[in-house]
């Protein structure tokens, strides 16, 4: 499956972005689709992820509250909806896609087989 993440941007503090993730090449409903971030100097960080079969989702402590992961199957994408956005929130945001993630092990970045390109948020204060 091959991921196009966009969305990203600048904005101030205390407003909204959606990123969205788009599939193609691959059956939608057979995968778990996460979002990562990673910001400069510092390791890449889960963000949320939803099994598409089933819908199950986990949202980071960090983002719970302000972010929601949502889908469109017949656009095959996977949302980001990042409201209330911090400074600390600024960094390159990816998706990553999985058949046979475990789900015990979904904040694990090496558990996704494929990845987006990063789209960078950048968030003013």
């Known amino acids: 499956v091959q991921l196009q993440a966009s969305g990203g941007g600048l904005v101030q503090a205390g407003g909204s972005l959606r990123l969205s993730c788009t599939a193609s090449?691959?059956?939608?409903?057979?995968?778990?689709v996460g979002w990562f971030r990673q910001a400069p100097g510092k390791e890449r960080e889960f963000v949320a992820t939803m099994r598409l079969r089933g819908g199950s989702v986990s949202i980071a402590d960090s983002v719970k509250g302000r972010f929601t992961i949502s889908r469109d199957n017949a656009k095959t994408t996977v949302y980001l909806q990042m409201n209330s956005l911090k400074p600390e929130d600024t960094a390159v945001y990816y998706c990553a896609a999985d058949r046979t993630l475990i789900w015990g092990r979904v904040q694990f970045a090496s558990d996704y087989d494929y990845w987006g390109q990063g789209t960078l948020v950048t968030v003013s204060s």
């Open positions: 090449g691959g059956t939608f409903n057979t995968y778990t």
